[in-house]
T-cell receptor, first 114, second 111 residues
Framework: DAGVIQSPRHEVTEMGQEVTLRCKPI?????LFWYRQTMMRGLELLIY????????DSGMPEDRFSAKMPNASFSTLKIQPSEPRDSAVYFC????????????FGQGTRLTVV | GESVGLHLPTLSVQEGDNSIINCAYS??????FIWYKQESGKGPQFIID?????DKRQGQRVTVLLNKTVKHLSLQIAATQPGDSAVYFC??????????FGTGTRLLVSP
């Protein structure tokens, strides 16, 4: 199993530009999570999906952030327009919500907004 | 100006020692807890989990203890190795599938 796959691994963009982060969860998992990790705030849950439906987006910082999950094998996190304070490592994780439900994390996307 | 970041507590041990990493959680309704290990440049990696109807669970070289009375979780690593050096996070499940992470503890293992 390839695990959770995120792309790109690194993204450098200018302030004001649109940024799209991508995630492919582990096949068969039906829950998907987007987290943001910074030195200031640690690991924060932004949004999570169950069976492709957003369940809780209360962690999304503001309207500039949006996430979609058009099918069971793909999700995107979009920031438009991006700002320097969005610089962080963004992680995607997936799990199977039955029995043991540990979440498996991808390698993350390091976003730098200049 | 100087930015203020999270001050991660750090535990420094010698190779071969036993390590104990502690975590306090906040929600008495949380029913599932996980310990994750994060190495530099990588995503968090699952170590061990425990459900709220248990107070102890053992894995290979690791043991998790849960004290619901004081909302405290600990991770014990036996015979700590340099490869155990990482940041360790506890996570609690609040509600349906929502995993909330603690701030983390840095473990430094010297040979």
């Amino acid at each position: 199993d390839a695990g959770v796959i995120q792309s790109p691994r690194h993204e450098v963009t200018e302030m004001g530009q649109e940024v799209t982060l991508r995630c492919k969860p582990i096949s068969g998992h039906n829950s998907l999570f987007w987290y943001r990790q910074t030195m200031m705030r640690g690991l924060e849950l932004l949004i999570y999906f169950n069976n492709n439906v957003p369940i809780d987006d209360s962690g999304m910082p503001e309207d500039r952030f949006s996430a979609k999950m058009p099918n069971a094998s793909f999700s995107t996190l979009k920031i438009q327009p991006s700002e320097p304070r969005d610089s962080a490592v963004y992680f995607c994780a997936s799990s199977f919500n039955a029995g043991n439900t540990e979440a498996f994390f991808g390698q993350g996307t390091r976003l730098t907004v200049v | 100006g100087e930015s203020v970041g999270l001050h991660l507590p750090t535990l420094s041990v010698q190779e071969g020692d036993n390590s104990i990493i502690n975590c306090a959680y906040s929600n008495s309704a949380s029913d599932y807890f996980i310990w994750y290990k994060q190495e530099s440049g990588k995503g968090p990696q699952f170590i061990i989990d425990i459900r709220s109807n248990m107070d102890k669970r053992q894995g290979q070289r690791v043991t998790v203890l849960l004290n619901k009375t004081v909302k405290h979780l600990s991770l014990q690593i036996a015979a700590t190795q340099p490869g155990d050096s990482a940041v360790y996070f506890c996570a609690e499940r609040r509600g349906f599938q929502k995993l909330v992470f603690g701030t983390g503890t840095r473990l430094l293992v010297s040979p």
